[in-house]
């Protein structure tokens, strides 16, 4: 993963922490469900984010890896596979 992408991803998994504990805040003090779930859908959404620029650079690190056995290449399909459920 190039420096950018992994300070990028860095600072999406900060926010995320934060959401997580905001949530974890909200529901100590009874806000009300939709309010917590607006965050819940944010949080996801930068789960999403933080995964589609991971799996990105994962599968182009692992594809371009020379020679790559049939075994490699099935497991990092697999890994995709597994995000996009």
Do not use: Y
């Amino acid at each position: 993963m190039e420096q950018q992408d992994r300070t990028d991803v860095i600072k999406r998994l900060k926010t995320i922490r934060g959401h997580i504990q905001g949530v974890e805040k909200m529901v100590e003090e009874g806000k009300n469900c939709d309010e917590v779930m607006q965050q819940i859908a944010a949080i996801k959404s930068s789960v999403e984010k933080v995964g589609w620029v991971i799996i990105r650079d994962h599968a182009v690190d692992c594809l371009m890896k020379e020679p790559m056995t049939k075994e490699e290449v099935n497991k990092t399909i697999h890994r995709i596979a597994q995000f996009l459920k």
